[in-house]
């Protein structure tokens, strides 16, 4: 990777504003609600330098490739596997997203110096709530998306608790609930957690059954541990940051997925972890001790869970 565009004491001296970005009302609602309930949020993150076009098109060039995901924006709800390239570079994409009928995802950008402390300033306004749920917060990440207008995110869903902060234009976010084998099934998961892709197989008999969240510039959704959802981007280009963590609890069920994986390969129909505040430990625990054996190149395939 390049040099960051911008150290953490730069990034300190561009905040104008003292005033937290939740305030009470909005820690209050996310503690009621964290872990399992979709809940919206306001927030005071206003544009922001680092999360202006050109910064985040250079950020996007000094990342590594697999950080950095993007592809047409004129896509279907449902998509089968990955979708294709939309032909330009990445920093095309950003710079020219008003007209590049795209959309963009940036990966892990605490990479950056810069982001990694707007990232813990974020979280660290909610990490007394977060850790009297659901323990320490772990693996704390921060990815940005970048869409154009009338962009689709496809059908998906995402291992960690993640909150989505809208920061220009606007977007309608459609979730379904976690653990719903109607909108995701077990073997989905299972073949997810096995190394597959998130993205989900879309039912046209799904269409209004999800909850909307209508997103605007100031507006957030918090999206619980593998909640099925999509996202249509609205009339003008847009910008969102997406603050995610694990938990304890999150790992344990995603190894436990990884177990069934194994349990239906020689032949049983293993029962789904519970939903929090259930617990999956022993399962997630056999399945560690399997992988410090075999690692996970000793999963079978599951392209036939999808």
């Not at 294709?84 to 997203?97: C, H, P, Q």
């Not at 990966?107 to 990490?127: C, F, P």
């Not at 008999?205 to 099925?228: I, K, S, T, W």
Request: charged fraction near 20%; include cysteine; charge should be negative.
């Amino acid at each position: 990777m390049n040099a960051p565009i911008s150290d953490p004491a730069q990034w300190q001296g561009m905040d104008a504003s003292s005033q937290p970005i939740f305030d009470a009302e909005a820690r209050e609602t996310f503690a009621k609600h964290y872990p399992e309930g979709p809940h919206s949020l306001r927030h005071a993150l206003d544009t922001h330098p680092l999360l202006e076009l050109d910064a985040l098109a250079q950020l996007a060039e000094n990342l590594p490739a697999s950080s950095v995901e993007y592809n047409r924006g004129d896509l279907p709800i449902g998509v089968d596997g990955k979708p294709e390239s939309n032909g330009l570079t990445i920093g095309e994409t950003i710079r020219k997203v008003a007209e590049a009928n795209s959309w963009a995802v940036l990966k892990n950008v605490e990479q950056d110096g810069a982001y990694h402390a707007l990232l813990n300033d974020l979280l660290g306004e909610l990490r007394g709530e977060i850790e009297a749920k659901t323990g320490e917060m772990l693996t704390p990440q921060a990815f940005i998306f970048i869409s154009s207008p009338n962009a689709v995110t496809p059908y998906h869903f995402d291992p960690e608790h993640n909150i989505l902060l809208q920061i220009t234009g606007s977007k309608v976010m459609t979730q379904y609930p976690a653990g719903d084998t109607r909108f995701a099934s077990d073997t989905a998961h299972e073949a997810y957690h096995a190394g597959g892709a998130r993205e989900l197989k879309w039912d046209d008999g799904f269409a209004g059954q999800g909850r909307e969240c209508p997103l605007g510039p100031g507006d957030a959704v918090y999206v619980p541990v593998m909640a099925p959802h999509f996202v249509r981007n609205g009339a003008a280009s847009s910008i969102s940051l997406s603050i995610t963590w694990r938990s304890a609890w999150s790992y344990d069920e995603s190894d436990a997925r990884c177990a069934n994986v194994l349990l239906r390969h020689l032949g049983f129909a293993p029962k789904a972890p519970p939903r929090w505040p259930g617990q999956s430990r022993a399962k997630a625990l056999g399945f560690r001790a399997w992988r410090r054996l075999f690692g996970r190149a000793g999963l079978p395939s599951e392209d036939h869970a999808v």
